[in-house]
């Protein structure tokens, strides 16, 4: 059974500052979510990915998958990345479950 | 990608009463998940719901306080019955992506129960 864990758990910033949430799970894998849920709850994805690194905007994801460890990276933080931050596992077959991190909840004060 | 639509988006309700949520997607798919987020915690699996057959149900949740229908590919409904202030959740559907590595989520449902 895969355990997807992050860190840290709550995140407080001020607007401007460099934030990174980790992931590290047990399992190999081939790919690796990583996911916002904003105050209202609706998820969306930000990030697939399965090695090296991919930008959109000021969002940075990193993953090494023989250490089985991701970042999630935000720079100059803004007080709307205010979220819930989540990894997520894919199934290693179709018809299995994604398994999800607990959750990395993030404030950016302005 | 897929969109997701649920109804309600919100809803307060009182103990001992059932809500019905609704979720449409915006195309066929086999399997919809229905999850539940309670307050400060992850992502729970509540069922699969596939179309022609009985929902699956992971450990901990049952039909009878969970009920699920499947009509068609593209919508899907579920149940909360006999509502207790602890079903106080975000309750969520989602999909799989077509090559099953991608999930797409509903925009959610946040209930109360007084």
């Known amino acids: 059974k895969n355990e997807v864990e992050q860190s840290p758990q709550n995140l407080t910033a001020q607007e401007g500052e460099f934030i990174t949430i980790n992931c590290s799970y047990s399992?190999?894998?081939?790919?690796l979510h990583w996911l916002q849920q904003h105050p209202g709850g609706g998820i969306v994805s930000l990030f697939m990915?399965?090695?090296g690194k991919k930008k959109h905007g000021r969002l940075i994801a990193t993953i090494n998958i023989q250490e089985k460890h991701s970042s999630l990276h935000i720079t100059a933080s803004h007080p709307r990345d205010s979220a819930v931050y989540i990894c997520a596992v894919p199934p290693h077959n179709y018809g299995q479950n994604f398994v999800f991190g607990p959750g990395t909840r993030l404030s950016v004060l302005p | 990608s897929a969109v997701i639509s649920q109804k309600p988006s919100r809803d307060i309700c009182q103990r001992g009463t059932s809500l019905t949520i609704q979720c449409q997607v915006d195309?066929?798919?086999?399997?919809m998940f229905w999850y539940r987020q309670q307050p400060g915690q992850s992502l729970t699996l509540i069922a699969t719901?596939?179309?022609?057959?009985?929902?699956?149900?992971e450990s901990g949740f049952v039909i009878d306080k969970f009920p699920i229908s499947r009509p068609n590919l593209t919508f899907s409904t579920l149940t909360v019955s006999n509502m207790s202030p602890e079903d106080s959740s975000i309750y969520l559907c989602?999909?799989?992506?077509?090559?099953?590595?991608?999930?797409?989520f509903g925009p959610g449902t946040r209930l109360t129960v007084t």
């Open positions: 399992v190999g894998i081939s790919a």
């Open positions: 719901a596939n179309q022609g057959s009985e929902a699956t149900y």
């Open positions: 989602s999909v799989y992506g077509l090559a099953g590595r991608e999930q797409y």
């Open positions: 990915l399965s090695s």
């Open positions: 195309s066929q798919v086999t399997m």
